[in-house]
């Protein structure tokens, strides 16, 4: 007898109710809606934000379908485009009173129809890629002779401090291209340096030279070894891919999909942007970091009441909106900044804790020395505008080139700020190669014609597994369809992006799939013929297709696993799906559709016949 125990079914059951309920959000596609979004790093939205904007669209009579917070930004929904258009008005004189100074981003988006029983079981419908929905793709280009000049420019002033720290005299360092060329009055004193630099400065190699420029000085030369290179492009590539996340991440374009192409090459591609001058401003965003002292004085605090701010200061704001004198000498900036992580101090408090190069861990023991007591503030200049993102008291001097910044400062708040100081600009120049716009319509089409290839390849599928496996092919078109139940809920559950060559790769799966019950069919139809009873022919036939199932899935699934690891762009879109279509099909194929089998004839004890189609008996 052909019978699954219960738990099979149960697993059969859950599978479905999973795939129904997070491939169900793909069904109601999506609405319009306004997200507001900080337009600045040290801003924050919260809850109090989501109550500010229901009041301003009841206020102005506008009613939303719903106003929630999603992560970083707030969302409100609303029935048609008309209605949107005046919501992003009122919100926008709301939050942006002064025009000249836009304190938040408020912009026109789309987020799913889905009822709010299915969002409270993050069920949410996959993204749509550029393709499919239209928007902005741009091909950019990193500057890596920029990137190594800087890192030469950083070894320079490492060597200038480790020369000195050693009271070695060298006679002047300078740049030329891509090496770094120190001049010495005799050769005693190059031999001294030369073990100095080497333990120090493992990135360079040392050759020993003669100055070209007539004084009769020797040198030595440092160039970066090849290794070095290639880990500074790649560091300077993955800055440059992170920073652009954070921009873009910041000011609510939903989807992004930001990757390397080639060595110094990245892809941008933002899906419902078609304004493509606001696209170039998110991305060309510059973000700066500088280190002053605080003004604390008795004059300063007349300044922050009113009064004429000191000469030789500035006024800028604090988180939370507090104004804070601070002197216009800058003590260090970003460029001094090698890391920013976020942790616990000694109390077991949040902190930040930073790395500086060797010329900023000088001048912050220098600093730190001669100002304990007093306050310092790291400012985060954007588009001109600087805002201080904390301002610590110095407990006592700091050397090392190691710093922590902590009190009054939630884990959240570390997090947040080491993002902002490791991450706040780029580690090179960019620039745009390419650039193109996908219109709206266009992406239209492209999912009517993707779609209508799916239901048309079903549907011929379908008729003929129908009329030449009759009951059985019945079953293989159900297994069929859970398939691509599963297919899409765990798209929907992954919150995968799909592309034009997703919907390929869909399409082949169904393909493969609807393979292996063609294959469990004709082992049953060979088992009958051989003279088997219909229950032992069920049993036969998938207990050996299943072997032959297996291998082929999985010679197919190393092949698009290759194609997962070392393609870009479209066709690591193309191997996602293709390999976890493998997967579906292989419960569908085998496990659901035997289950069906089981369940219509596995309990038929005297079984005298199934209905799969023209059995062909050879004739005697």
Not at 68 to 77: H, I, K, N, P
Not at 123 to 132: H, I, K, S, V
Request: aromatic share 6%; charged share 20%; hydrophobic share 45%.
């Amino acid at each position: 007898m052909n019978r699954y125990p219960w738990w099979k079914y149960l697993i059969i059951a859950v599978a479905l109710a999973i795939g129904l309920i997070y491939s169900l959000p793909n069904v109601f596609g999506e609405a319009p809606a306004v997200q507001l979004s900080s337009g600045k790093a040290t801003l924050k939205l919260d809850s109090a934000a989501v109550a500010r904007v229901e009041a301003a669209l009841k206020d102005a009579g506008i009613q939303a379908d719903f106003v929630e917070l999603d992560g970083t930004s707030v969302r409100a929904r609303f029935k048609d485009t008309d209605t949107q258009l005046k919501a992003r008005d009122v919100i926008q004189r709301t939050f942006n009173p002064d025009e000249t100074d836009p304190r938040y981003i408020v912009a026109l988006n789309l987020v799913s129809r889905s009822p709010q029983w299915l969002r409270s079981l993050h069920a949410q419908p996959m993204y749509l890629g550029l393709d499919l929905r239209g928007g902005v793709h741009f091909l950019m280009q990193v500057d890596m002779k920029a990137a190594l000049t800087q890192k030469i420019d950083s070894l320079s002033g490492d060597i200038r401090t480790l020369l000195r720290d050693k009271d070695i005299r060298h006679s002047g360092i300078r740049r030329e291209a891509s090496t770094v060329i120190v001049r010495f009055r005799d050769d005693t004193v190059r031999k001294a340096a030369r073990p100095v630099l080497q333990d120090n400065l493992p990135d360079l190699i040392w050759a020993d030279s003669t100055d070209a420029g007539g004084s009769g000085d020797v040198t030595l030369v440092g160039s970066l070894k090849p290794t070095s290179e290639r880990s500074i492009q790649e560091q300077a590539l993955k800055q440059n891919i992170t920073t652009l996340h954070n921009r873009i991440n910041e000011l609510g374009v939903a989807e992004p999909v930001i990757q390397q192409q080639g060595l110094d090459r990245v892809v941008v591609q933002l899906p419902g942007v078609q304004d493509t001058a606001k696209a170039k401003d998110i991305i060309g965003r510059t973000a700066t970091l500088e280190v002053r002292m605080v003004n604390d004085s008795t004059e300063a605090q007349a300044a922050l009441s009113g009064g004429p701010v000191p000469f030789g200061y500035e006024r800028y704001m604090e988180r939370g909106g507090v104004p804070i004198i601070v002197k216009r000498e800058v003590v260090l900036t970003g460029d001094n900044l090698t890391d920013a992580q976020p942790g616990f101090d000694e109390n077991h408090e949040a902190a930040v804790h930073l790395t500086l190069d060797a010329r900023g861990a000088r001048i912050f023991k220098d600093v730190t020395r001669e100002s304990v007591g007093k306050r310092m503030a790291i400012i985060l200049f954007e588009k001109g505008k600087g805002e201080v993102v904390t301002a610590p008291v110095i407990r006592g001097e700091i050397g090392g080139g190691r710093v922590q910044i902590s009190g009054r400062m939630t884990t959240e708040e570390a997090a947040d700020t080491a993002l902002l100081l490791r991450a706040g600009s780029l580690a090179a120049p960019m620039t745009i190669i390419e650039e193109r716009t996908v219109g709206p319509s266009l992406g239209a089409e492209n999912i009517a014609q993707g779609f209508n290839s799916l239901v048309y390849g079903f549907a011929a599928i379908a008729v003929f597994m129908c009329i030449y496996y009759l009951l059985f092919g019945v079953f293989s078109t159900i297994a069929l369809s859970v398939n691509l139940l599963l297919l899409v809920a765990v798209l929907s559950m992954l919150q995968a992006t799909l592309t034009l060559p997703g919907i390929a790769a869909i399409a082949l799966t169904l393909g493969m799939a609807i393979d292996s019950n063609v294959l469990i069919n004709e082992r049953v139809r060979e088992e009958l013929r051989n003279g088997s009873a219909p229950q032992t022919a069920i049993r036969a036939g998938y207990e050996n297709a299943w072997a032959t199932i297996l291998d082929s899935n999985v010679t197919t699934l190393i092949a698009g696993l290759s194609l997962l690891a070392f393609g870009s762009g479209p066709v690591r879109g193309f191997a996602v799906v293709h390999c976890l279509g493998i997967l579906t099909s292989m419960f569908s194929a085998v496990f659901f559709s035997r289950g069906l089998v089981n369940l219509w004839y596995g309990r038929q004890k005297k079984l005298k016949s199934v209905s799969i189609g023209q059995v062909w008996k050879p004739q005697e």
